[in-house]
């Protein structure tokens, strides 16, 4: 964990499986943040697609926490989900808070560049319901394939051993 001067310029990242109340943490640091407001990044908007969680976190590190870190503004491609293809950028400007949620982005390359880093936990169950609440049908056929991305990233990049917290709902 870093320390830094102006609390209102950190950089937060959350990290955990899909369901586990990533976004949920997000929004409420969000709401309690002072200002001015913070950027809030969802990986979800980020990944390029159901195979993407690795290179999402990638470009999330290179062209955002990379650029934040020597106090350079950052850009990140979006991604459509319902055309299936890359859909616009957006500007990341360094001088406000950060909050970058999604399942790959804790790892020891981007703990490094984060003031604050957050691994967040629930059940099995409970994680796959919540998920499936929000997301439906559209997520179903995926729910596999993308929990084998996380089983990789999780055994790869060992998150919760660079989380500065755990958080663990149920």
Same mark, same amino acid.
């Given at each position: 964990m870093r320390i830094v001067s102006d609390r209102s310029r950190a950089t937060i990242l959350i990290d955990g499986r899909s369901g586990a109340g990533k976004s949920s943490l997000a929004r %409420? !640091? /969000?709401? @309690?943040? *002072?200002?001015p407001e913070p950027t809030v990044l969802p990986l979800d908007a980020v990944y390029p697609g159901w195979d993407g969680l690795e290179a999402g976190a990638q470009a999330v590190i290179r062209d955002i926490l990379t650029p934040r870190a020597a106090a350079r503004d950052g850009h990140v491609s979006g991604w459509d989900w319902v055309q299936h293809r890359p859909a616009g950028h957006s500007a990341v400007p360094h001088d %406000?808070? !950060? #909050? @970058?949620?999604?399942?790959? #982005? !804790?790892?020891?390359?981007? /703990?490094?560049? $984060?003031d604050v880093t957050v691994w967040v936990? /629930?059940?099995?169950? /409970?994680?796959r319901?919540? $998920? !499936?609440q929000r997301d439906g049908d559209a997520y179903r056929p995926y729910w596999d394939r993308w929990a084998a991305q996380e089983d990789e990233h999780i055994r790869g990049h060992r *998150?919760? $051993?660079?989380?500065?917290?755990? #958080?663990?709902l149920p």
């Open positions: %409420r !640091l /969000a709401d @309690v943040w *002072p200002d %406000r808070g !950060l #909050i @970058v949620e999604g399942c790959g #982005i !804790l790892r020891a390359e981007s /703990a490094s560049l $984060a936990d /629930a059940p099995a169950g /409970a994680r319901e919540r $998920a !499936l *998150p919760q $051993a660079h989380a500065d917290l755990v #958080i663990s």
